[in-house]
C-alpha cells in the first residue's frame, strides 16, 4: 500500500489558507465539582433483601474521555507511524494507526505539530476513509514550527493526515480517547469561568530555563474541585523564547514522556489547548526543552468520573464567520467585540451548554491576543485564547460555555485583526433523569447546581434525606423504580444510598450519613433503575458541609463606662467572637442582636467583629441580647450584656 495517497478532492488554493477544522468528537460536560460513577458500591443499611441482591447497574455514560500515557504515535522525521521517514508532499495523506482497539474508540485526542514547512500550507486531519472535508487544523508558513489540539473520529482504527501544498513533516501526540463501551470507565468534562493559573512573568517566578520544570498545582484553584478530577483542561501559552524549543505538561510524580504540547521557534508567542491527566497530588508539571520562556496556563475546565455530563454533538465542521467576507461582521479592531450567536452554527440556544470552536486570528496588525467567552459581552475574562504577533495566521482549539443569551463574545485586545470561527460540537446536559433534586431536612434545601455550593452545619451522627423525583422507566419489568444516590464526599470517596420503590413522578428520599465522611465539598446525583434499566443521571447538587466548628466565645463591650450612661446619648457597642472547626465554614459570619430575646436584626461580621450604635433611652437597667453565627450555618447560644441609663 502507497504511504501517500492523492485524494479526489482538493482543498483550497495554497494563497488563501483553509482556517477552520476537521469535524471531531469530544465528550460531556457539566458545570462544577465532580461526583464519581457509583459502580461496585454497596446498597444502603437497611434497603430490603431483596433490594440489596439486585445488581444496579450505574447511570448510562457515553461520549466517555479516557486519558492515556502522552506518546507519540506520528513522526514522518523518524518513521513513527509510517513505514519510512520522510515529509509529507503537497497533495497527499498519510494512514496512521491510533493503536486502539477499533470497536472501543469512538475519536481521539491529539496534540498535532507541523515543523519545517517548505512553504505555505494547511494541514486537515480527518477519519480514514471518509472524503476529504474542506476545512484544517493547522495553518502555516513557510519554516514555521505550528502546534494545535485536535480532536477527531477514528474510523477502522485510523486516522489520516492531508497536506496541502509544499512538503512538511508532522508529528502527532495521543493524549486519550473517546468511548461509549459499557465496560471501560471514562470521565465527562466539566467546563469552569477561565481563571489564571500560572503565569511566569508575574510574582518573581521568572522565566523556565533550559531542562527546566515548573510545578503547577491545579486541584482547589480556578474552579478545579481539591478532590475528584481526573484531567485538566489548559490553555498554554509559551511567550518571550529565546531559542527553539518544545514546551512538555505531564502529571506531577511521572516519568516526563517524549513527547510534546507546544514547539516554536526563537521569539514566537506560541498557545495550545493542553488536555492532561493530573498527579496524584493534583498537580502538573511543565517542561522546557532549550532556551528559556515564560509560561502562562489558563484553566477552562476539567475532566470528572460522574456520568452527570452533557453528551457531544458533532455538527461539522461549519463555518459560523469569516470576518474577510462577512457582510454583518468585520475586521475587529483595537478593543473590538464581537457578539456571535451560537445559532450562526446551526445551533438554537435550548439545551446547548458549550460549543467547541476552532478560532484563528489572521492578518493582524498587532502584537495581540483573542479572548472567547460566554455572554452578553460583560464579564469578560483576565484570560486570553490565542496570542499573536503582528501578520502572524494562528489558529486554537476553545470549548466555551454557553448561557442563557445563546452569545458567545470574541474579543481583540490590539490593532486589527480578522477572525474566523468554525463550530464543530456542541454540548447538552442530560435529560430524563430524576429531577426537584432537594435537602429537606437542611438549610440549604434546594439543589445548589454550582459548586462549592452553600455551607450546611451536620450534626456527626445524624441521618440527613436527599430526595428526588424519579421520571419511571420504560423497557423494564416494571415501571417502578429504585432511586440511587451517588454521594461523592470530600477526599472524593464515594457510597451509593438506595431509596425507597416509588411510583413514577412521585417523589422519593433516602438518607445519608455525611459525618462519616468529614467537613468539606461535597457533590450528589441521583438517578432511577430497577435492577435492569437505568435512567439518565440527574443534573448534580453541590454543598459543604461543616460538622466540627464551634463558636468559643462571644463578647460585648462598650464605649461607655456602666453608670456613664445618660438618657439620650449614642453609646456604641462592640460584638465579637471566636471560633474552631477544620474548614472556613467556622469564620464568624454575622451576629443578631435585640434587646428582646424572641427577635433580632442580623448584622454582618467582619474579622470577627461587628459594632452596633443605639441611642439610650429610658432610664434604668437595659439588656442587649446577642448571638453569633459562622458562614457555615452553626449558631452560639445568646448572650446578654446589661447597663444602667440614667437620668439627665
Known amino acids: 500500500m502507497d504511504r501517500y495517497r492523492t485524494p479526489a478532492r482538493l482543498a483550497g488554493p495554497v494563497r488563501r489558507l483553509a482556517l477552520a477544522v476537521a469535524a471531531t468528537s469530544t465528550l460531556a460536560l457539566t458545570v462544577a465539582t465532580p461526583a464519581i460513577a457509583a459502580t461496585g458500591a454497596p446498597a444502603a443499611t437497611g434497603a430490603p433483601a431483596a433490594q440489596q441482591a439486585a445488581a444496579l447497574p450505574p447511570a448510562a455514560q457515553s461520549g466517555k474521555f479516557v486519558p492515556t500515557d502522552p506518546h507519540r504515535i506520528l513522526d514522518t522525521r523518524s518513521a513513527v507511524g509510517v513505514p ?7 497533495g497527499t495523506h498519510i494512514r496512521v494507526p491510533v493503536g486502539l482497539p477499533a470497536g472501543d474508540v469512538k475519536a481521539v485526542v491529539m496534540n498535532v505539530t507541523v515543523t519545517g514547512p517548505s512553504e505555505e500550507s494547511h494541514l486537515t486531519v480527518f477519519p480514514d476513509g471518509t472524503p476529504l472535508p474542506t476545512a484544517s487544523n493547522l495553518n502555516f508558513t513557510a519554516g514555521q514550527t505550528v502546534p494545535n489540539a485536535v480532536t477527531v473520529p477514528v474510523s477502522n482504527g485510523f486516522v489520516d493526515f492531508y497536506n496541502n501544498s509544499g512538503s512538511t513533516d508532522v508529528v502527532a501526540d495521543l493524549a486519550g480517547y473517546y468511548t461509549d463501551s459499557v465496560g471501560i470507565p471514562g470521565s465527562s468534562y466539566v467546563p469552569v469561568s477561565p481563571a489564571r493559573l500560572l503565569d511566569t512573568r508575574s510574582g518573581g517566578a521568572g522565566p523556565v530555563g533550559a531542562d527546566g520544570t515548573v510545578n503547577l498545582k491545579v486541584t482547589g484553584t480556578g474552579g478545579v474541585p481539591a478532590a475528584g478530577a481526573t484531567a485538566v483542561v489548559l490553555n498554554v501559552t509559551a511567550t518571550g523564547t529565546t531559542s527553539d524549543s518544545f514546551l512538555t505538561v505531564y502529571p506531577h510524580g511521572t516519568a516526563r514522556p517524549g513527547t510534546s504540547n507546544l514547539n516554536w521557534t526563537a521569539g514566537e508567542t506560541t498557545p495550545n489547548l493542553v488536555t492532561v491527566p493530573l498527579g496524584a497530588d ?10 528559556a520562556t515564560q509560561v502562562v496556563a489558563d484553566v477552562f475546565g476539567y475532566y470528572q468520573s460522574s456520568p452527570a455530563g452533557s453528551a457531544y ?35 438554537g440556544t435550548t439545551k446547548v451548554s458549550a460549543v467547541v470552536l476552532n478560532v484563528t486570528a489572521t492578518n493582524a496588525t498587532d502584537d495581540s491576543f483573542l479572548t472567547v467567552f460566554p455572554g452578553n459581552g460583560t464579564g469578560r475574562p483576565s484570560t486570553s ?39 464543530f460540537g456542541w454540548f447538552s446536559l442530560p435529560e430524563g433523569g430524576p429531577t426537584n433534586l432537594r435537602m429537606p431536612e437542611l438549610p440549604a434545601s434546594a439543589c445548589a447546581t454550582a459548586a462549592p455550593g452553600p455551607w450546611v452545619p451536620v450534626a456527626p451522627g445524624t441521618r440527613y434525606r436527599l430526595g428526588a423525583t424519579m421520571p419511571g422507566l420504560t423497557g423494564g419489568t416494571t415501571a417502578r423504580g429504585w432511586l440511587v444516590v451517588v454521594v461523592t464526599a470530600p477526599d472524593g470517596s464515594v457510597a451509593s444510598y438506595e431509596g425507597g420503590l416509588a411510583f413514577p413522578q412521585t417523589p422519593a428520599d433516602t438518607s445519608v450519613e455525611l459525618a462519616k465522611s468529614g467537613p468539606g465539598e461535597y457533590s450528589w446525583y441521583a438517578y432511577e433503575t430497577n435492577g435492569t434499566v437505568v435512567s439518565a443521571p440527574s443534573r448534580p447538587c453541590y454543598f459543604q458541609a461543616d460538622l466540627d466548628s464551634g463558636i468559643t466565645g462571644v463578647t460585648i463591650t462598650s464605649d461607655r463606662a456602666p453608670g456613664e450612661i445618660v438618657q439620650g446619648q449614642q453609646v456604641t457597642f462592640t460584638l465579637a467572637a471566636t471560633s474552631v472547626g477544620a474548614t472556613e465554614g467556622q469564620r464568624i459570619a454575622s451576629f443578631c442582636y435585640s434587646e428582646t430575646p ?8 467582619t474579622n470577627g467583629k461587628a459594632s452596633i450604635t443605639v441611642t439610650a433611652s429610658g432610664w434604668g437597667t437595659h439588656v442587649q441580647y446577642v ?15 446589661s447597663y444602667y441609663v440614667r437620668s439627665n
Do not use: E
Request: hydrophobic share 40%.
Open 598 to 605: 424572641q427577635m433580632c436584626t442580623r448584622l454582618a461580621a
Open 385 to 423: 485564547n490565542l496570542n499573536f504577533r503582528a501578520g502572524q495566521t494562528v489558529p486554537n482549539l476553545v470549548i466555551v460555555p454557553v448561557d442563557d443569551t445563546g452569545l458567545v463574545n470574541v474579543y481583540n485586545h490590539l490593532g486589527r485583526v480578522d477572525v474566523i470561527v468554525d463550530i
Open 84 to 90: 519510512t521517514a520522510g515529509k509529507v508532499p503537497g
Open 282 to 291: 493534583g498537580s502538573v508539571d511543565l517542561y522546557n526543552h532549550i532556551g
Open 313 to 347: 454533538s458533532a455538527t461539522g465542521p461549519k463555518r459560523m464567520v469569516d470576518t474577510r467576507t462577512s457582510d454583518i461582521f468585520h475586521t475587529l479592531g483595537a478593543d473590538g467585540l464581537m457578539n456571535l450567536p451560537v445559532a450562526t452554527g446551526g445551533l
Open 627 to 641: 448571638s453569633a453565627s459562622t458562614v457555615s450555618g452553626w449558631t452560639s447560644q445568646t448572650m446578654s450584656f
